[in-house]
Every structure is written in C-alpha cells, then in structure tokens.
C-alpha cells in the first residue's frame, strides 16, 4: 500500500482540522508500518496495538473537534455524520481486539478498509460541511444576517 498523502483538495477550509487531517495520515501511515511486520512476538503485538490505540485516541478527539465545528456553523447532517464518526471508531475497536490472529496478507486487508474509509470520509461527508460553511458566508446570505 503506498503511502497516504494530505493533498489540498482534501482542506475542509478550516486549518486546525486540516492540521488534524494530517496528522490522522501520518498515524495511518505508521500503522500501515507496523501491521505489515509478519511476526507474532508479544513485542510486535505490543507495537500494534499500542499504535491502534492512537489511532483511536486521536481520532476520537478529532471527531469531537469537527462535530464542535459542525455544531457551531448550525451543520444540518451533523446526526449523518457522528454515526459515521461512530462506526470507524467501532471497527477499529473491532480490529484492535483481534490483533493476535493478525497476519500480513490479512493486515495488508485491514490497512486497505481503513485508508478506504479515510479517503471517503475526506472527499466526501467532510466536504459536505465545507460547503456548508462556505455557503453561510456567501455576500448574499451576510446581507441577510
Ligand atoms: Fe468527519
């Protein structure tokens, strides 16, 4: 799996959440990393679990920051939005607790629905609220407020 990179057309207009975008990539791309690491020692199972516990521990406070976000600029699918929120934090949770029968082919799988998701989520439901946003600050709706 090549790497995953932040590319501008992913900026949701907001930079500390653009920030956080990135550093989601980065935390993937370790994890990417170390799930491909074939062996089955206590300290390589430690090595992941430990970097799925970031992923899941960043994410959940990036999560809380962009529905802070949509909640403040009145997003009106922002009840769409938390159960996808919801769902990746739950699969990775899912993932986390059957590490031990991990391996590489099957990991290379996990990393594939996990980068998958990411990407979809950016392009799509995130831009939804950049819209959004942008929308509210059209000349004609700051003439009506
Ligand atoms: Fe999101």
Redesign the pocket.
């Known amino acids: 799996m090549p790497k995953v990179q932040w590319e501008d057309r992913y900026s949701v207009g907001n930079q500390e959440l653009d920030e956080q975008h990135r550093a989601l990539f980065e935390i993937i791309n370790r994890l990417h990393q170390v799930m491909m690491d074939d062996g089955e020692t206590e300290d390589i199972l430690q090595v992941k679990e430990k970097t799925f516990y970031e992923l899941e521990d960043y994410g959940r406070n990036?999560?809380a920051s962009?529905?802070a976000y949509?909640s403040g600029i009145n997003y009106p699918d922002l009840n769409a939005?938390l159960r996808?929120?919801t769902d990746f934090l739950e699969r990775i949770d899912i993932i986390k607790q059957n590490l031990g029968s991990c391996g590489g082919p099957r990991n290379s799988g996990i990393m594939k629905i996990l980068v998958a998701w990411l990407h979809d989520?950016?392009e799509n439901?995130?831009q939804k609220?950049r819209a959004f946003a942008s929308s509210q600050l059209s000349p004609e709706n700051l003439r009506k407020g």
Request: no cysteine; glycine share 0%; net charge negative.
């Open positions: 990036h999560f962009e529905e949509m939005h996808q929120h989520h950016l439901e995130d609220y």
